[in-house]
């Protein structure tokens, strides 16, 4: 079992979880995730590693509540216990100093991009992050994002913070000034990054996406994670998660990730419905630490779509 | 192999045994079987295993004994059924074999033992198989398990790198030899394809997981959650951990794809991601259990292969109540490697082998909603000796279906090889291990199993584990890398297409 040792709500349904898992803490590089299973009946789902500490032996994962499993995660406290944590998972991310690197982070993304922002940064890059969300209340990691980037834009898509518009507005402000750029590395929404791609595609800038294909054992043994990259099948979970935007098929990969939607919805309502088998289920297998859990937000009824 | 030669309890002459029949296996009838995840085989009873038994002929030079990859001692533990002592039968068993409740179940027995039986050549072979598979049960359920004694500790770690059949029968033995014994699992379960590939309904998990705890009992340390390679690295174990010997068993998992128009279709599985949910997520007990698969309700799947995977496949959706369940194979079938138990097994419940057919083509939308097969005519043999497919031209046709499960073979896991530096693979990425030692290029790493000999079978790798096990003990107590004079071991030809 992987204890929880600290867990905190960063934005509505985004929470963040420190998790003892010292053998992945040590080995742990920017762009590799793990793949957590909550309980005994429970999913497998990949997660990227936000932070690691490997003396105190933690990593960080950033979750946002989107069916199921995620709302399920986001309800445990610390003292609270993981059944499974495996990784670390995926290539690292490519770290050189490019020079120029233009970090773009939507939504949960951010959380994703961050580390190797971080690690672009050390590796000498001048780096300039772009991060987007809905609106002021969903925006995560500002503080740390500003401690770490050369130059920080805010986008919201309402304008209830930082400028109104899309991330691929701010990039094409910047290339439109002349703004030199040598790198792009974009985690977000599938059409986000396919825009992002869009943009940079003509003028050749290296673009780098963080795949988020549906995955089951994260070794490369299903080829679940199939993704098509230059008319080619790769394996996300091993060949990725990162790959050249310029050569993935945006639009197979959000055929793919509908495979299962009707049945995640019904997973979800159940979950709403009646939370309580699931968390027995816990407590029986002793995952659950004293006291009582997290009161269950009532905003998770809107989260099932 | 010393062995003092036993009492025959056999009452009846020679001339009597030979006229007796095959007892028939009970098995669950094919219409109520075809619904559910219980096993098929029901197994024998008392009567029968001792009917069948009678029928042995105790053979001077038994010949079952050396079709066994593994040499189990075929007539002694028959003859102990005769005499009534099934747990001194399995006893004898396990001397050879540490798992025969699962070996008793899913060894191609018509190729090894049933198939070097005398009694085979005049009339059907003694069932060996079910036999096996009755001293073993007969064992868990009188939950008396005669755990073997271990020696002295010596002190020394060897790290096991895969828990299928090949990492648990080295660990087994390495125990037993005093040594401390931890196996690293890359899934949350433990056995490999034992737990993630072979259904419920032909290998129930209560039998690997008894044989599991068995081993935790005599000490053996499980890791799960662990892939080498990636959470730690073999030269990690050695040095930072204190291991000196690694034995890989990392099987052969990773999934063949055809690259042919349409794979990437909802609804195009490998056979690997198809059983894995299924058979280890539980998805067939889904929404109980939360992994997801395609609902096979009334739906018309085509499983592509002609081995074991893909009659488990196809036999699996057809439990998740598939209408129609087209088998798709390239040659006849009378070169389907699946074993001929299974292919019957699919037949009655009513799985529809299309031989001679290929898929050329997926079509659909989003999902897929029909294969485009060609039809084939065999020419001559190829390097595996069996004979050619040649596509007919113009005999293409379409089949309409909404799931397809593609199982035409694995290849080697490579997470261990590709950080591993000085490990020597073949062409194929295969591990290079010497055949007698299992010794691979790297001083104190053994690998063994389909990682080395490419997709295979059960026994095999348990005999690679055993095989293992002894050269590791060897390592280990005399500290010397002996250079051995085998040739490194050559892969088999791929059996699962
Ligand atoms: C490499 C990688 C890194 C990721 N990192 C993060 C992260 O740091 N933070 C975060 O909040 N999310 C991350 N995700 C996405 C996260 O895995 C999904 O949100 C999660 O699996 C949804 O599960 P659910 O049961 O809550 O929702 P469901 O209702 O089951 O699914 C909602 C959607 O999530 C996707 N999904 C479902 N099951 C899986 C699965 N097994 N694997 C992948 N996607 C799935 C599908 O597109 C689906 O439509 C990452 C995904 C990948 C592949
Ligand atoms: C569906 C199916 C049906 C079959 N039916 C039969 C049958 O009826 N009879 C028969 O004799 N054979 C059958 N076989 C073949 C047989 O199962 C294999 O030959 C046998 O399991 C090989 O054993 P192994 O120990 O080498 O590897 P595996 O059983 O493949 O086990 C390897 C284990 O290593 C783990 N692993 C891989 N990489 C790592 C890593 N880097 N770190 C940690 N762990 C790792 C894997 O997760 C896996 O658990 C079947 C195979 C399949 C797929
Ligand atoms: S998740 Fe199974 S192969 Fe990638």
């Known amino acids: 079992m992987f204890p929880i040792v600290e867990a905190r709500t960063l934005a509505p349904d985004i929470r963040q979880l420190t998790i ?286 | 192999m010393s062995q003092k030669p036993l009492p025959d309890h056999n009452p009846l002459p020679m001339k009597e045994r030979m006229k007796l029949d095959r007892q028939r296996m009970p098995e669950r009838p094919p219409e109520e079987r075809a619904k559910c995840f219980q096993e098929v085989n029901l197994g024998f009873g008392e009567d029968l295993a001792k009917q069948e038994s009678l029928r042995c002929l105790s053979c001077q030079k038994p010949t079952c004994v050396t079709a066994c990859p593994v040499s189990v001692k075929v007539k002694d533990f028959i003859d102990l059924i005769l005499a009534g002592d099934y747990l001194g039968a399995a006893a004898k068993i396990r001397e050879d074999n540490v798992l025969p409740g699962v070996t008793g179940r899913v060894c191609p027995q018509e190729d090894q033992c049933e198939g070097g039986c005398t009694v085979g050549k005049k009339k059907e072979p003694v069932g060996i198989g079910y036999l096996e598979r009755f001293v073993a049960d007969w064992e868990q359920r009188s939950g008396v398990i005669g755990l073997p004694e271990r020696a002295p500790a010596t002190g020394k770690k060897v790290a096991i790198i895969g828990s299928g059949p090949a990492g648990l029968s080295c660990a087994g033995d390495l125990i037993q030899r005093g040594h401390q014994v931890r196996v690293f699992e890359a899934l949350h379960d433990l056995g490999g394809v034992l737990a993630y590939g072979i259904p419920e309904f032909r290998l129930p998990r209560s039998i690997v997981k008894q044989e599991i705890e068995n081993m935790k009992k005599m000490g053996v340390e499980f890791e799960t959650d662990c892939v080498v390679g990636r959470t730690v690295t073999i030269d990690e174990l050695f040095h930072d951990e204190g291991y000196s010997a690694v034995f890989v068993a990392t099987g052969a998992g990773l999934p063949q794809f055809m690259k042919i128009p349409g794979e990437n279709l909802n609804g195009v599985y490998s056979a690997n991601e198809f059983l894995t949910r299924v058979n280890l997520m539980r998805a067939y007990r889904f929404p109980e259990y939360d992994e997801p698969v395609y609902n096979c309700k009334d739906q018309d799947v085509a499983v592509i292969g002609g081995g074991n995977t893909a009659m488990d496949a196809a036999r699996v959706s057809l439990r998740l109540g598939a209408k129609n369940v087209y088998l798709i194979y390239r040659r006849s079938e009378k070169e389907m490697p699946a074993r001929i138990e299974e292919v019957h097994h699919a037949k009655d419940e009513g799985i529809q082998i299309l031989a001679l057919n290929n898929p050329v083509a997926y079509l659909g939308e ?61 062409k194929k990425n295969y591990i290079v291990a010497d055949p007698e030692t299992l010794r691979t290029s790297r001083e104190g790493v053994f690998a063994g199993g389909d990682i080395v000999t490419g997709a295979a079978t059960v026994i095999l790798a348990m005999g690679a584990g055993r095989k293992a096990a002894a050269s590791i003990h060897d390592w280990l107590t005399t500290g010397v890398w002996k250079p051995g004079n085998g040739q490194p071991a050559a892969p088999l030809a791929a059996t699962a297409d």
């Open chain 1, 20 to 305: 003892f898992a010292p053998r992945i803490a040590r080995r742990q590089k920017p762009g590799q995730f793990v793949i957590v299973r909550v309980h005994e009946r429970g999913e497998r789902i990949p997660l990227t590693i936000a932070a690691a500490d490997p003396l105190e032996g933690h990593i960080t994962i950033i979750v946002q509540a989107v069916g199921k499993t995620t709302a399920l995660l986001n309800l445990l406290r610390a003292g609270d216990a993981l059944l499974d944590v495996v990784g670390p998972l995926g290539k690292p991310s490519e770290m050189e100093n490019f020079g120029t690197a233009v970090v773009i982070g939507g939504g949960v993304g951010t959380a994703i991009a961050f580390p190797t922002a971080k690690a672009l940064k050390q590796a000498g890059n001048h780096v300039i992050f772009i991060l987007g969300a809905r609106n002021k209340e969903l925006l995560l990691l500002e503080n740390e994002i500003r401690a770490v980037a050369d130059e920080l834009i805010v986008m919201t898509d309402d304008g209830s913070y930082g400028t109104k518009g899309f991330v691929t507005d701010a990039l094409k402000k910047l290339l439109d000034e002349g703004q030199k750029i040598d790198h792009v590395l974009a985690i977000g929404p599938i059409p986000m990054m396919k825009a992002v791609a869009g943009v940079t595609r003509p003028l050749m800038i290296k673009t780098v996406v963080s795949l988020n294909s549906i995955m089951v054992d994260g070794t490369g043994m299903c080829g679940g994670c199939r993704v098509g990259i230059d008319g080619d099948s790769q394996f996300a979970c091993v060949d990725g998660p990162e790959f050249d935007a310029h050569q993935v098929d945006f639009d197979l990969l959000t055929r793919r990730n509908r495979a299962y939607r009707e049945l995640e919805v019904s997973s979800m309502a159940d979950f709403t419905d009646d939370p309580m088998p699931d968390i027995e289920l816990m407590r029986a297998a002793g995952q659950l630490g004293a006291g009582d859990l997290e009161p269950i937000p009532a905003r998770l009824r809107s989260v099932a779509r």
């Open chain 2, 366 to 426: 989003e999902r897929v909603t029909a294969v485009r097969v060609q039809k084939q005519e065999l020419g001559e043999p190829d390097a595996s000796g069996r004979r050619r497919p040649i596509p007919i031209p113009g005999s293409e046709y379409e089949i309409p279906v909404s799931v397809v499960i593609i199982a035409v073979g694995t290849t080697a896991n490579p997470l261990v090889q590709a950080t591993t530096p000085g490990l020597q693979t073949n």
